[in-house]
C-alpha cells in the first residue's frame, strides 16, 4: 500500500497535465476479485492510483467520471474490430495490469463483462480516447 502511494505521488507531482478520477465503477482486473466502488487516478496517460474508496484520495481539482453502475477493465492499446473479444482475452491472465505507473489503457464498460455484451461507454489509451 506504502509503494502504491509513493508511485501516485510522484506521478501527480510531475503531472502538467490534468488528472482524471474515475468514480465508483467496479474493477475487474486480472488475478483479482472484482473491486466495487473503486477510484481509478489517471495522470499524464498513465495510472496514478487504484483502490477502494476509503484508501485511495481523489485530488482535488481532478476531473471526475462517474462510474457508477459500470465496470473498468483494461483495454487493448490498439483495438480491433471485437473490443469485447479483445477485453475478455486481458481479463484471462493471471498478471494484473490496472497498476499505478502503468500506462492508462482501460475501458468503462456498461453491462457486466463477466456475462457477455457490454458498451464501451468510454476508454483511454495513455489518454482519453473516446467519450
Known amino acids: 500500500m506504502i509503494r502504491a502511494a509513493l508511485a ?8 502538467p497535465e490534468p488528472l482524471t478520477v474515475v468514480v465508483g465503477a467496479t474493477l475487474l482486473d486480472a488475478g483479482k476479485p ?26 482535488k481539482g481532478a ?6 453502475r459500470a465496470w473498468v477493465t483494461p483495454a487493448p492499446a490498439a483495438p480491433g474490430k471485437d473490443v469485447q473479444a479483445e477485453i475478455a482475452a486481458l481479463l484471462g491472465g493471471t498478471e494484473p495490469r490496472l497498476r ?3 500506462p492508462a489503457h482501460l475501458a468503462l464498460l456498461s453491462g457486466d463483462p ?3 455484451r457490454v458498451d464501451v461507454k468510454r476508454r483511454w489509451s495513455a489518454g482519453l480516447l473516446q467519450p
Open 8 to 15: 501516485a505521488a510522484a506521478l501527480l507531482s510531475g503531472s
Open 34 to 59: 472484482p473491486l466495487a466502488d473503486a477510484i481509478v487516478v489517471l495522470a499524464g496517460g498513465r495510472i496514478a492510483a487504484v483502490g477502494d474508496r476509503a484508501h485511495t484520495p481523489i485530488p
Open 63 to 68: 476531473t471526475l467520471v462517474d462510474g457508477r
Open 100 to 102: 499505478p505507473g502503468q
Open 114 to 116: 463477466r456475462k457477455g
